[in-house]
Structures are given as C-alpha cells and as structure tokens.
C-alpha cells in the first residue's frame, strides 16, 4: 500500500488560545483542566461548565472562520509548505464540522426577517453553509484540489483525517489538509441541555461517578501528504495513516448501541487495513465523553476488538481536560498522539476517582506515563451511531 504521511500540525483550543503547540502538549500532559464556568452570553441553562477560548477573534468573520484560518495557516506553516509553489490542483481540503459558522457570531443580528424581505439577505445562505468554512479557506489559500465538508456529528474530525487518506490512496491528490472546527453556541447549548447529557461539575471519562461532557471549543489540522511528495519536499514526518474505517451502529438517533457493535467493527476494519495485530497497538486515543453510555460502550467495543490484549493497553480521554469540541474533537486527539509517538509519553484522563465495574481498563488515571509509542488507534463515536478509527505509527510503513 502506498503510504499517507503527516508533515505538519496546527491546534487553536482551551488550553493554548495562541495557537503554540508546545502549550498544548504540555498542558495536557501536566492534566490542565480547561472546563469552567461558561462565557458570559451562554445564559438560562443548569448546565455551567464548558471548555472555551477566552481571545479576541474579531476580524469580520464569524468565530469558527476565524479560529479556522489562524489554525491552518500555523499548520501548513509548520510543514513548511509555500502555497505559491505548490499544485494547487493537487492540494485540497477535507474538514469535519457539526455546526460550522451557522449558529455563532453575529448570525442573530443578520438573520432580520426584515433584511430577507428587503433582499438584502444575499450571501447569508454562503456564509452560514457547513461548507462555507472549507470554501473559504480554500478561496483564503488559493488551492484548487478536492474541498470537502464531512458532518459526521461527533466522528466528522476523524472522518475527515479518513476522507483526506483516501483522496491521496486514489490518486486524486498530493496534499491534503484535513482537519476540524467547532465553537460553543447558544443553540448547542440548548440541544445538549434537552438531551440532558452535560455535566453539572467536571469531566469524569470512565469514573463510576461520571456525569456527563462538557462543550468545547477549537479548531485543529494536520497535513496529510503522499509519502513521494513529502521526500520530494524533505518535510519533517510526524507519522504515517496505516489504517481507517467508518462504521454505523444503525441502532438510534442519539443513544450508541449498548454493546459498542459499530465502533468494535470500525476499529476491526481499521487494524485489519493496517495489518498490525491488537497487540501491536501501544496506544488508544478514546472518545471518552464522560456520559455513563458512552463510556461504558467504548469500554465494550474495546474489549470486542482487543480482547485480552485491551487490558494491557494505556488508553485515555483527553476531552477530561478539553471539553468535547464535536469537529475539532477527533483530529485535537490525532494530533495528541502523533505528540505521543514523538515524545514517549501519553496524556492523563484527568478527575478519574472511582473505578466503574463496567469500565475496566487502563484509563491512565490523572498523571501522565512515560510509555514508548509507536503505534496509536484514535477513536470516535458521534450521535446516530457514527464510528470511525485511525491507526497511526510513527515510521513509515
């Protein structure tokens, strides 16, 4: 099989607003906690925690755009890539996002039953499209390979690393920057309130006492690259896409199938294109939202693939510290454990103080572990029963 490589990585969230990755890294290793009490204009609901950037993003464009633009221009940035000499043909875009630019920044004021009768609502529906970020940032870049937007619901980040691997395998690109981008909302806020699946204190993946997620925020890229392309180039390699599968629970709206029979097939599929058997896996990136569900379904779907070799395997939640930032959530996580691979160690699931008999295995509970990472799965779950895996290493296979 050909390989996809990553050469470069770019992260705006809660816990490094600037944008440096370094902050990142270290934050969550050091198990900072980013949720607490919501901004000020989220008002009305129980639910009073959320992960969110405190920051100035006010340049004309709505806060995801703009959160979006800063992010991937540090990430193509960091892989070193001159978008004027480049095939802009064979450079494209795949990004995951669950509300896009739709319900944030000033969509309340433009969107005046006044100013549609009046005509002079013209471009609203462009701007406030899902596909409006990709489209920008591809008119803001000037690349003229494949812009897709994946809205997966809490998979589209993971999804979109996938759809961007695919579009190089087949040929159909050199370059893809895939990443992911979701800010906090008023009306994400009301949703999650109704499905009462937000906690009212802190972030608890895998603990007894779980409570529930709380929103976040940001927005995250890697550079996908053809490994001639990435030689040609002598870019720096993060590590290699071995292995993606998507899957569908076909079970509820909302609610994952209890015994994680989607997520297990995702995760089956993925090893199996990677070809590294489940005891060559040295580190899984869980979905972990701290809902009593979820984290009891991925538990399971872990045990079905894994088997006995589960139990050996560290594997935490990184959204203990970040909040569940829905489209940006799946490639914040790939971008932690490509980090993995380069520095030996892995990030902690933070507030774990009560073992749930039903979740049984190495959360790797409040401090971080040295552990030597070559090989990672990183996983997601999104509402509908929408699964996807990525297995990632650090050589190139």
Not at 52 to 78: H, L, P, Q, Y
Request: hydrophobic share 40%; glycine share 12%; proline share 3%.
């Amino acid at each position: 099989m050909k390989s996809v490589v990553i050469t470069g990585l770019g992260v705006v969230s809660p816990l490094n607003p600037d944008g440096d990755i370094n902050i990142f890294w270290d934050s969550l290793c050091k198990g900072k906690n980013a949720v607490r009490r919501v901004p000020p204009e989220i008002k009305g609901y129980p639910y009073k925690r959320a992960a969110w950037i405190e920051r100035d993003f006010s340049n004309g464009e709505g806060k995801a755009v703009s959160i979006a633009e800063e992010t991937f221009a540090i990430c193509i940035r960091d892989a070193c890539i001159d978008t004027a000499s480049i095939d802009r043909n064979r450079t494209g875009i795949s990004l995951g996002t669950v509300l896009g630019d739709i319900i944030s920044g000033q969509e309340y004021l433009k969107l005046k039953v006044s100013d549609v009768r009046s005509g002079n609502a013209a471009g609203l529906l462009g701007s406030y499209s899902l596909s409006s970020i990709a489209a920008h940032l591809s008119r803001a870049f000037n690349l003229g390979g494949p812009c897709i937007t994946v809205s997966t619901a809490c998979s589209s980040g993971n999804d979109a690393i996938g759809i961007g691997f695919r579009k190089i395998l087949a040929g159909k690109a050199d370059i893809m920057i895939a990443g992911g981008v979701d800010v906090l909302s008023d009306f994400a806020f009301s949703g999650f309130s109704a499905l009462q699946a937000m906690t009212v204190d802190k972030v608890r993946p895998f603990d007894k006492n779980r409570t529930g997620l709380a929103l976040g925020e940001g927005a995250a890229f890697i550079v996908l690259e053809s490994e001639r392309s990435a030689v040609k180039r002598k870019a720096k390699i993060y590590g290699t896409i071995s292995g993606y599968a998507a899957s569908s629970d076909a079970t509820h709206l909302t609610g994952p199938h209890r015994d994680g029979r989607g997520l297990s097939s995702a995760v089956n599929k993925a090893l199996k294109e990677s070809g590294i058997r489940t005891s060559g896996i040295d580190y899984i990136s869980s979905h972990g939202t701290g809902t009593i569900y979820n984290d009891r379904m991925e538990t399971k779907a872990v045990k079905a693939a894994f088997g006995k070799d589960a139990y050996g395997i560290p594997m935490s939640s990184i959204k203990s510290m970040l909040g569940h930032s829905f489209g940006a959530a799946g490639v914040m996580e790939a971008i932690s454990c490509l980090l993995a691979m380069k520095y030996g160690a892995v990030p902690p699931t933070i507030n774990y103080e009560t073992k749930d008999p039903e979740c049984d295995l190495d959360y790797v509970p409040n401090v971080s572990r040295k552990v030597s990472v070559k090989t990672v799965l990183s996983i997601s779950a999104g509402f509908g029963g929408q699964n996807s895996a990525i297995i990632l290493t650090k050589e190139a296979s």
